[in-house]
Protein backbone atom coordinates (compact mmCIF):
# COMPACT_ATOMS: atom_id res chain seq x y z
CA UNK A 1 0.00 0.00 0.00
CA UNK A 2 2.75 2.22 0.57
CA UNK A 3 2.92 5.55 -1.05
CA UNK A 4 2.00 4.62 -4.57
CA UNK A 5 -0.99 5.67 -6.20
CA UNK A 6 -0.96 3.51 -9.12
CA UNK A 7 -1.47 0.52 -6.49
CA UNK A 8 -5.16 -0.66 -6.40
CA UNK A 9 -7.94 1.11 -4.65
CA UNK A 10 -8.06 -0.71 -1.19
CA UNK A 11 -11.38 -1.96 0.26
CA UNK A 12 -10.93 -2.70 3.24
CA UNK A 13 -12.93 -3.47 7.23
CA UNK A 14 -11.50 -2.06 10.38
CA UNK A 15 -11.44 -3.52 13.99
CA UNK A 16 -9.40 -3.07 17.36
CA UNK A 17 -8.23 -5.41 19.97
CA UNK A 18 -10.01 -4.87 22.42
CA UNK A 19 -13.43 -5.06 20.68
CA UNK A 20 -13.13 -8.22 19.12
CA UNK A 21 -10.46 -10.73 20.38
CA UNK A 22 -11.41 -11.48 23.56
CA UNK A 23 -8.77 -14.16 25.16
CA UNK A 24 -7.88 -11.22 28.02
CA UNK A 25 -5.63 -13.29 30.18
CA UNK A 26 -4.29 -16.25 27.42
CA UNK A 27 -0.44 -16.58 26.86
CA UNK A 28 1.10 -14.11 29.51
CA UNK A 29 -1.18 -11.41 28.47
CA UNK A 30 -0.93 -8.54 31.22
CA UNK A 31 -4.06 -6.66 32.41
CA UNK A 32 -5.23 -3.66 30.08
CA UNK A 33 -7.01 -0.38 31.53
CA UNK A 34 -10.00 -1.89 30.07
CA UNK A 35 -10.07 -5.13 30.87
CA UNK A 36 -9.60 -3.20 34.71
CA UNK A 37 -12.62 -0.64 33.96
CA UNK A 38 -14.64 -3.88 32.63
CA UNK A 39 -14.16 -6.35 35.06
CA UNK A 40 -13.79 -4.09 38.46
CA UNK A 41 -15.65 -1.37 37.98
CA UNK A 42 -18.66 -1.59 35.41
CA UNK A 43 -21.65 -2.58 37.45
CA UNK A 44 -23.94 -5.11 35.49
CA UNK A 45 -26.09 -3.73 32.10
CA UNK A 46 -29.60 -2.10 33.55
CA UNK A 47 -32.35 -4.08 31.85
CA UNK A 48 -30.12 -7.02 30.95
CA UNK A 49 -28.18 -7.63 33.93
CA UNK A 50 -25.36 -8.98 31.79
CA UNK A 51 -21.69 -7.53 32.86
CA UNK A 52 -20.07 -6.74 29.71
CA UNK A 53 -16.59 -6.81 29.07
CA UNK A 54 -14.32 -7.68 26.35
CA UNK A 55 -13.14 -10.78 28.09
CA UNK A 56 -14.49 -13.10 25.45
CA UNK A 57 -15.50 -10.48 22.87
CA UNK A 58 -15.80 -12.22 19.69
CA UNK A 59 -13.20 -14.60 19.81
CA UNK A 60 -11.01 -13.09 17.88
CA UNK A 61 -7.95 -13.85 19.18
CA UNK A 62 -8.45 -18.13 18.58
CA UNK A 63 -7.14 -18.85 15.71
CA UNK A 64 -10.00 -21.59 14.01
CA UNK A 65 -12.46 -18.61 14.91
CA UNK A 66 -10.09 -16.14 12.88
CA UNK A 67 -9.14 -18.22 10.06
CA UNK A 68 -12.81 -19.02 9.38
CA UNK A 69 -13.46 -15.03 9.72
CA UNK A 70 -10.36 -14.70 7.34
CA UNK A 71 -12.95 -17.09 4.90
CA UNK A 72 -15.47 -14.22 4.75
CA UNK A 73 -12.94 -11.87 4.03
CA UNK A 74 -11.87 -13.24 1.10
CA UNK A 75 -16.00 -14.34 0.55
CA UNK A 76 -16.53 -10.22 0.44
CA UNK A 77 -13.66 -9.64 -1.40
CA UNK A 78 -11.31 -7.63 0.80
CA UNK A 79 -8.11 -6.47 -0.40
CA UNK A 80 -6.94 -5.55 3.00
CA UNK A 81 -7.74 -5.91 6.97
CA UNK A 82 -6.96 -3.21 9.47
CA UNK A 83 -6.79 -4.26 13.29
CA UNK A 84 -4.97 -2.99 16.12
CA UNK A 85 -2.76 -4.89 18.64
CA UNK A 86 -3.18 -5.33 22.94
CA UNK A 87 -0.01 -3.45 23.68
CA UNK A 88 -0.15 -5.69 27.11
CA UNK A 89 -0.06 -8.77 24.95
CA UNK A 90 3.39 -7.57 23.77
CA UNK A 91 4.68 -6.60 27.15
CA UNK A 92 2.51 -7.44 29.96
CA UNK A 93 3.96 -4.76 32.24
CA UNK A 94 3.74 -2.13 28.87
CA UNK A 95 8.16 -1.91 29.28
CA UNK A 96 10.68 -4.03 29.58
CA UNK A 97 10.00 -7.95 29.28
CA UNK A 98 8.41 -8.91 25.93
CA UNK A 99 5.99 -11.25 25.96
CA UNK A 100 7.00 -13.77 23.05
CA UNK A 101 3.73 -15.82 22.73
CA UNK A 102 2.10 -12.46 22.32
CA UNK A 103 4.37 -11.25 19.28
CA UNK A 104 4.30 -14.73 18.00
CA UNK A 105 0.34 -14.37 17.62
CA UNK A 106 0.39 -11.11 15.93
CA UNK A 107 3.67 -12.37 13.48
CA UNK A 108 0.79 -15.63 12.27
CA UNK A 109 -2.53 -13.72 12.30
CA UNK A 110 -0.33 -11.16 9.70
CA UNK A 111 1.26 -14.46 7.73
CA UNK A 112 -2.56 -15.56 7.66
CA UNK A 113 -3.94 -12.70 6.24
CA UNK A 114 -1.27 -12.55 4.00
CA UNK A 115 -1.55 -16.02 2.97
CA UNK A 116 -4.89 -15.62 2.43
CA UNK A 117 -4.32 -12.22 0.11
CA UNK A 118 -5.01 -9.79 2.45
CA UNK A 119 -2.97 -6.89 3.12
CA UNK A 120 -2.93 -5.54 7.04
CA UNK A 121 -3.00 -2.66 7.86
CA UNK A 122 -2.24 -2.21 12.33
CA UNK A 123 -3.13 0.03 14.17
CA UNK A 124 -0.60 0.63 17.58
CA UNK A 125 -3.10 1.94 19.61
CA UNK A 126 -6.49 1.72 19.83
CA UNK A 127 -7.51 2.91 23.46
CA UNK A 128 -6.56 -0.12 25.62
CA UNK A 129 -3.55 0.93 27.31
CA UNK A 130 -1.55 -1.26 29.80
CA UNK A 131 -2.71 -0.95 33.19
CA UNK A 132 0.98 -0.90 34.47
CA UNK A 133 1.53 1.97 32.26
CA UNK A 134 -2.01 3.73 33.47
CA UNK A 135 -0.73 3.00 37.23
CA UNK A 136 2.51 5.12 36.54
CA UNK A 137 0.81 8.09 34.87
CA UNK A 138 -0.59 6.78 31.95
CA UNK A 139 -0.69 9.29 29.54
CA UNK A 140 -0.19 12.59 31.33
CA UNK A 141 3.07 12.01 32.32
CA UNK A 142 5.71 12.63 29.79
CA UNK A 143 7.54 9.61 29.74
CA UNK A 144 4.63 7.87 27.96
CA UNK A 145 5.92 9.13 24.65
CA UNK A 146 8.73 6.54 25.67
CA UNK A 147 6.79 3.99 26.29
CA UNK A 148 5.16 4.04 22.74
CA UNK A 149 8.15 4.02 21.03
CA UNK A 150 9.91 1.24 22.51
CA UNK A 151 6.65 -0.67 22.39
CA UNK A 152 6.46 0.40 18.55
CA UNK A 153 10.16 -0.01 17.86
CA UNK A 154 9.48 -4.13 19.03
CA UNK A 155 6.50 -4.56 16.66
CA UNK A 156 8.19 -2.79 13.77
CA UNK A 157 11.18 -5.55 14.23
CA UNK A 158 9.41 -8.16 14.17
CA UNK A 159 6.39 -7.01 11.55
CA UNK A 160 7.47 -4.38 9.58
CA UNK A 161 9.32 -6.99 6.74
CA UNK A 162 5.54 -7.90 6.20
CA UNK A 163 3.14 -5.26 7.45
CA UNK A 164 3.63 -2.13 4.72
CA UNK A 165 0.66 0.50 6.69
CA UNK A 166 0.98 1.48 10.37
CA UNK A 167 -1.50 3.64 12.13
CA UNK A 168 -0.15 4.97 15.24
CA UNK A 169 -3.10 6.48 17.40
CA UNK A 170 -6.49 5.76 16.68
CA UNK A 171 -9.11 9.09 17.19
CA UNK A 172 -6.86 10.72 19.74
CA UNK A 173 -9.47 13.61 20.53
CA UNK A 174 -12.67 10.47 20.71
CA UNK A 175 -10.59 8.63 23.42
CA UNK A 176 -9.54 11.56 25.01
CA UNK A 177 -12.09 13.69 25.57
CA UNK A 178 -15.06 11.82 25.72
CA UNK A 179 -14.28 8.15 26.42
CA UNK A 180 -11.91 8.60 29.41
CA UNK A 181 -13.72 11.02 30.94
CA UNK A 182 -16.98 8.68 30.50
CA UNK A 183 -14.95 5.86 32.31
CA UNK A 184 -14.07 8.45 34.63
CA UNK A 185 -17.31 9.37 35.95
CA UNK A 186 -18.95 5.69 35.23
CA UNK A 187 -16.49 3.74 37.43
CA UNK A 188 -19.58 2.21 39.30
CA UNK A 189 -22.22 2.83 36.87
CA UNK A 190 -22.34 4.06 33.23
CA UNK A 191 -20.74 7.33 31.66
CA UNK A 192 -23.22 10.21 30.50
CA UNK A 193 -21.38 12.41 28.15
CA UNK A 194 -23.39 15.42 29.23
CA UNK A 195 -21.64 15.24 32.77
CA UNK A 196 -18.21 15.66 31.36
CA UNK A 197 -16.73 18.77 33.11
CA UNK A 198 -14.77 21.59 31.98
CA UNK A 199 -11.78 20.52 34.23
CA UNK A 200 -11.76 16.97 32.78
CA UNK A 201 -10.88 18.43 29.30
CA UNK A 202 -8.05 20.83 31.13
CA UNK A 203 -6.55 18.00 31.68
CA UNK A 204 -6.58 16.20 28.57
CA UNK A 205 -4.72 18.42 26.92
CA UNK A 206 -1.15 17.34 27.94
CA UNK A 207 -2.20 13.69 27.05
CA UNK A 208 -3.41 14.65 23.67
CA UNK A 209 0.01 16.48 22.94
CA UNK A 210 1.59 13.49 23.98
CA UNK A 211 0.08 11.07 21.47
CA UNK A 212 0.65 13.61 18.96
CA UNK A 213 4.48 13.59 19.95
CA UNK A 214 4.90 10.29 20.44
CA UNK A 215 3.12 9.39 17.15
CA UNK A 216 5.49 12.13 15.53
CA UNK A 217 8.25 10.40 17.09
CA UNK A 218 7.71 6.90 16.10
CA UNK A 219 7.13 8.41 12.66
CA UNK A 220 10.86 9.15 12.51
CA UNK A 221 12.11 5.89 14.17
CA UNK A 222 10.08 4.31 11.69
CA UNK A 223 11.90 6.51 8.83
CA UNK A 224 15.32 5.85 10.59
CA UNK A 225 15.31 2.28 10.86
CA UNK A 226 14.79 2.22 6.57
CA UNK A 227 11.01 1.10 6.94
CA UNK A 228 10.00 1.08 3.54
CA UNK A 229 6.19 1.22 3.74
CA UNK A 230 3.45 4.02 4.91
CA UNK A 231 2.70 5.48 8.68
CA UNK A 232 -0.28 7.45 9.54
CA UNK A 233 -2.54 8.11 11.62
CA UNK A 234 -6.64 7.42 12.43
CA UNK A 235 -8.57 10.40 13.05
CA UNK A 236 -12.12 11.13 14.04
CA UNK A 237 -13.00 13.43 11.83
CA UNK A 238 -16.80 15.37 11.99
CA UNK A 239 -17.50 18.58 10.05
CA UNK A 240 -19.09 20.68 12.98
CA UNK A 241 -22.56 22.54 12.20
CA UNK A 242 -24.16 25.35 14.30
CA UNK A 243 -27.16 23.65 15.82
CA UNK A 244 -29.20 26.96 15.47
CA UNK A 245 -28.07 27.40 12.27
CA UNK A 246 -27.30 31.57 11.74
CA UNK A 247 -27.29 32.26 16.14
CA UNK A 248 -24.13 34.28 16.41
CA UNK A 249 -23.36 32.22 19.50
CA UNK A 250 -23.71 28.83 17.75
CA UNK A 251 -21.76 29.81 15.06
CA UNK A 252 -18.67 30.87 17.10
CA UNK A 253 -18.87 27.41 19.26
CA UNK A 254 -18.87 25.45 16.04
CA UNK A 255 -15.44 27.60 15.04
CA UNK A 256 -13.95 26.32 18.44
CA UNK A 257 -15.35 22.75 17.71
CA UNK A 258 -14.12 22.60 14.79
CA UNK A 259 -10.50 23.75 16.02
CA UNK A 260 -10.65 20.85 19.43
CA UNK A 261 -11.90 18.26 17.74
CA UNK A 262 -10.69 18.69 14.03
CA UNK A 263 -7.93 21.10 13.24
CA UNK A 264 -5.88 20.00 16.29
CA UNK A 265 -4.69 16.62 15.17
CA UNK A 266 -5.20 18.25 11.29
CA UNK A 267 -2.38 20.76 11.95
CA UNK A 268 -0.30 18.90 14.23
CA UNK A 269 -0.04 16.30 10.95
CA UNK A 270 0.41 18.57 8.40
CA UNK A 271 1.30 21.91 9.63
CA UNK A 272 3.43 21.09 12.41
CA UNK A 273 1.58 23.09 15.11
CA UNK A 274 -1.54 23.38 16.95
CA UNK A 275 -4.76 26.18 16.16
CA UNK A 276 -4.22 29.50 18.22
CA UNK A 277 -7.73 28.50 19.88
CA UNK A 278 -6.30 25.66 20.60
CA UNK A 279 -3.21 27.03 22.50
CA UNK A 280 -5.25 29.82 24.23
CA UNK A 281 -7.96 27.86 25.37
CA UNK A 282 -5.81 25.08 26.86
CA UNK A 283 -3.32 27.30 28.24
CA UNK A 284 -5.50 28.65 30.27
CA UNK A 285 -6.90 25.27 31.50
CA UNK A 286 -3.18 23.77 31.95
CA UNK A 287 -0.53 26.08 32.08
CA UNK A 288 1.98 23.32 31.72
CA UNK A 289 0.45 23.22 27.58
CA UNK A 290 2.03 26.61 26.72
CA UNK A 291 5.17 24.68 27.09
CA UNK A 292 4.28 22.23 24.81
CA UNK A 293 5.89 24.42 21.14
CA UNK A 294 8.51 23.75 22.08
CA UNK A 295 8.00 20.59 20.02
CA UNK A 296 6.69 21.83 16.99
CA UNK A 297 9.78 21.42 15.20
CA UNK A 298 9.85 17.47 16.08
CA UNK A 299 5.76 17.91 15.06
CA UNK A 300 6.64 19.84 11.39
CA UNK A 301 9.34 17.00 11.08
CA UNK A 302 7.24 14.15 10.76
CA UNK A 303 5.09 14.27 8.71
CA UNK A 304 2.89 10.94 8.18
CA UNK A 305 2.41 9.56 4.80
CA UNK A 306 -1.21 9.13 4.90
CA UNK A 307 -4.29 10.32 6.86
CA UNK A 308 -6.78 8.00 8.32
CA UNK A 309 -10.10 9.20 8.20
CA UNK A 310 -12.90 7.91 10.32
CA UNK A 311 -16.26 9.63 8.96
CA UNK A 312 -19.24 8.43 10.87
CA UNK A 313 -21.58 12.27 11.49
CA UNK A 314 -21.39 15.85 11.22
CA UNK A 315 -21.42 17.06 14.73
CA UNK A 316 -24.34 19.85 15.79
CA UNK A 317 -22.77 21.95 18.14
CA UNK A 318 -24.59 24.37 20.63
CA UNK A 319 -23.15 27.19 22.52
CA UNK A 320 -23.89 26.04 26.04
CA UNK A 321 -22.11 27.14 29.22
CA UNK A 322 -22.31 24.33 31.13
CA UNK A 323 -20.52 22.43 28.93
CA UNK A 324 -16.70 21.97 28.75
CA UNK A 325 -15.28 25.08 26.67
CA UNK A 326 -18.60 26.43 26.43
CA UNK A 327 -19.82 23.89 23.68
CA UNK A 328 -21.90 20.91 23.13
CA UNK A 329 -21.69 19.01 20.89
CA UNK A 330 -23.57 15.56 18.89
CA UNK A 331 -26.39 16.15 21.20
CA UNK A 332 -28.76 17.11 18.86
CA UNK A 333 -29.65 14.86 15.69
CA UNK A 334 -32.57 15.50 13.19
CA UNK A 335 -32.86 12.38 11.49
CA UNK A 336 -35.71 10.68 12.52
CA UNK A 337 -35.87 7.26 14.15
CA UNK A 338 -34.17 4.89 14.19
CA UNK A 339 -30.95 6.99 14.30
CA UNK A 340 -27.70 6.08 13.87
CA UNK A 341 -25.85 5.78 16.81
CA UNK A 342 -22.93 7.97 15.96
CA UNK A 343 -25.07 10.82 14.93
CA UNK A 344 -27.03 12.19 11.44
CA UNK A 345 -26.83 10.72 8.67
CA UNK A 346 -25.46 12.61 6.29
CA UNK A 347 -23.08 11.46 3.52
CA UNK A 348 -22.87 14.74 1.82
CA UNK A 349 -20.39 16.05 4.60
CA UNK A 350 -18.23 12.95 3.79
CA UNK A 351 -17.44 14.86 0.23
CA UNK A 352 -17.07 18.11 1.96
CA UNK A 353 -14.71 16.96 4.92
CA UNK A 354 -12.38 14.92 1.84
CA UNK A 355 -12.36 17.98 0.17
CA UNK A 356 -11.57 20.71 2.90
CA UNK A 357 -8.66 17.74 3.61
CA UNK A 358 -7.45 18.40 -0.14
CA UNK A 359 -7.66 21.90 -0.41
CA UNK A 360 -6.25 22.74 3.25
CA UNK A 361 -3.95 20.11 4.06
CA UNK A 362 -2.07 19.79 0.64
CA UNK A 363 -4.03 17.35 -0.57
CA UNK A 364 -2.42 14.11 0.87
CA UNK A 365 -3.25 10.46 0.63
CA UNK A 366 -6.29 9.23 2.98
CA UNK A 367 -7.89 6.55 3.62
CA UNK A 368 -11.07 6.21 5.21
CA UNK A 369 -10.21 4.33 7.79
CA UNK A 370 -13.87 3.46 9.17
CA UNK A 371 -17.32 4.01 8.18
CA UNK A 372 -20.21 2.43 9.52
CA UNK A 373 -23.40 2.88 11.47
CA UNK A 374 -24.80 1.61 14.65
CA UNK A 375 -27.95 0.51 15.58
CA UNK A 376 -29.70 -1.94 17.99
CA UNK A 377 -30.81 -5.17 17.92
CA UNK A 378 -33.95 -4.18 17.31
CA UNK A 379 -33.28 -2.48 14.05
CA UNK A 380 -32.37 -5.99 12.65
CA UNK A 381 -34.37 -8.81 11.88
CA UNK A 382 -33.11 -12.66 10.91
CA UNK A 383 -34.97 -13.56 7.44
CA UNK A 384 -33.93 -16.79 5.44
CA UNK A 385 -30.69 -17.23 6.71
CA UNK A 386 -29.76 -13.22 6.16
CA UNK A 387 -29.90 -10.61 8.76
CA UNK A 388 -31.84 -7.32 7.05
CA UNK A 389 -30.58 -4.43 8.11
CA UNK A 390 -31.51 -2.03 4.98
CA UNK A 391 -30.44 0.89 7.22
CA UNK A 392 -27.00 -0.24 7.63
CA UNK A 393 -26.60 -1.23 4.18
CA UNK A 394 -28.07 2.32 2.42
CA UNK A 395 -25.94 4.11 4.63
CA UNK A 396 -22.65 2.51 3.75
CA UNK A 397 -23.35 2.34 -0.07
CA UNK A 398 -24.23 6.13 0.71
CA UNK A 399 -21.21 6.84 2.12
CA UNK A 400 -19.36 5.19 -0.47
CA UNK A 401 -20.80 7.47 -3.22
CA UNK A 402 -19.73 10.43 -1.42
CA UNK A 403 -16.34 9.09 -1.04
CA UNK A 404 -15.79 7.96 -4.72
CA UNK A 405 -17.06 11.54 -5.87
CA UNK A 406 -14.78 13.35 -4.08
CA UNK A 407 -12.07 10.96 -5.38
CA UNK A 408 -13.42 11.73 -8.95
CA UNK A 409 -13.19 15.42 -7.88
CA UNK A 410 -8.93 15.23 -7.36
CA UNK A 411 -8.86 13.92 -3.50
CA UNK A 412 -6.25 11.30 -3.53
CA UNK A 413 -8.41 8.62 -1.55
CA UNK A 414 -6.89 5.19 -1.59
CA UNK A 415 -9.27 3.15 -0.14
CA UNK A 416 -12.45 2.79 2.12
CA UNK A 417 -12.52 0.35 5.69
CA UNK A 418 -16.04 -0.34 6.82
CA UNK A 419 -16.56 -0.34 10.37
CA UNK A 420 -16.63 -3.15 11.09
CA UNK A 421 -16.65 -6.33 9.37
CA UNK A 422 -18.16 -8.06 12.69
CA UNK A 423 -20.45 -6.60 15.74
CA UNK A 424 -18.36 -6.40 18.77
CA UNK A 425 -17.72 -4.67 21.79
CA UNK A 426 -19.06 -1.33 21.71
CA UNK A 427 -17.01 0.21 24.42
CA UNK A 428 -19.11 1.94 26.95
CA UNK A 429 -22.40 0.87 24.92
CA UNK A 430 -20.94 -2.84 24.94
CA UNK A 431 -22.95 -5.39 22.94
CA UNK A 432 -26.30 -3.31 23.00
CA UNK A 433 -24.39 -1.00 19.29
CA UNK A 434 -24.36 -3.58 16.74
CA UNK A 435 -22.18 -2.23 13.81
CA UNK A 436 -21.17 -5.29 11.91
CA UNK A 437 -21.91 -6.20 8.21
CA UNK A 438 -21.54 -9.82 9.82
CA UNK A 439 -24.17 -10.50 12.84
CA UNK A 440 -22.55 -12.07 15.82
CA UNK A 441 -24.90 -14.17 18.82
CA UNK A 442 -22.42 -13.28 21.47
CA UNK A 443 -23.24 -16.47 23.19
CA UNK A 444 -22.42 -18.89 20.77
CA UNK A 445 -20.18 -16.77 18.09
CA UNK A 446 -22.47 -17.57 15.32
CA UNK A 447 -21.45 -15.62 12.32
CA UNK A 448 -24.78 -14.41 9.93
CA UNK A 449 -23.71 -11.87 6.78
CA UNK A 450 -26.30 -9.20 6.99
CA UNK A 451 -27.75 -7.24 3.96
CA UNK A 452 -25.36 -4.85 4.59
CA UNK A 453 -22.70 -7.52 3.82
CA UNK A 454 -24.22 -8.23 0.58
CA UNK A 455 -24.44 -4.90 -0.48
CA UNK A 456 -20.21 -3.88 -0.02
CA UNK A 457 -19.23 -7.39 -1.56
CA UNK A 458 -21.34 -5.99 -4.61
CA UNK A 459 -19.94 -2.34 -4.57
CA UNK A 460 -16.84 -4.24 -4.13
CA UNK A 461 -17.17 -6.55 -7.07
CA UNK A 462 -18.08 -3.62 -9.33
CA UNK A 463 -15.12 -1.98 -8.28
CA UNK A 464 -13.88 1.87 -8.35
O1 LIG B 1 -16.23 1.22 17.80
C1 LIG B 1 -15.71 2.49 17.56
C2 LIG B 1 -14.23 2.42 17.30
O2 LIG B 1 -13.52 1.79 18.32
C3 LIG B 1 -13.66 3.81 17.11
N1 LIG B 1 -14.43 4.56 16.14
C4 LIG B 1 -15.86 4.55 16.23
C5 LIG B 1 -16.37 3.14 16.36
C6 LIG B 1 -17.90 3.12 16.43
O3 LIG B 1 -18.37 3.93 17.44
Redesign the pocket.
Known amino acids: MAGNKEKTFLWGA?S?AY?VEGAWQADGKGLSNWDVYTNLYRVTEPGTGRQQTGNVAINAYDRAQYLSDIQLMRELGLGGYRFSLAWSRILPEGTGRVNAAGLDHYSRFVDDLLEAGLAPMVTLF??DMPQALEDRGGWSSRDSVGWFRDYAAIVRERLADRVESFITF??PF??LFLIEPMVEIARGGFGDPGAITDAQWGRQALPMHHWMLASAETIGDFRAAGYKGEVGLAL?LMPTLPEREGAPEDVAAAGLADAVINRWCLDAMFKGRYPDEVMAEFSRRDPQFAAVEADFPILAANRPDFLGV?F?APAFVRHAAEAPLDFRWGAYNPDPKPQA??GPVKPEYLKLLLERIRDDYGNPPVYIT?N?A?FGDSDERFERGLVLDPLRADYISRHIEAALAARAGGVDLRGYMV??LFD????M?GYD?R?GIIHVDFETQKRTRKQSFETYREIIAKGV
Open positions: AAQHWNEIDPNYFNEGGWSNFEWQRF
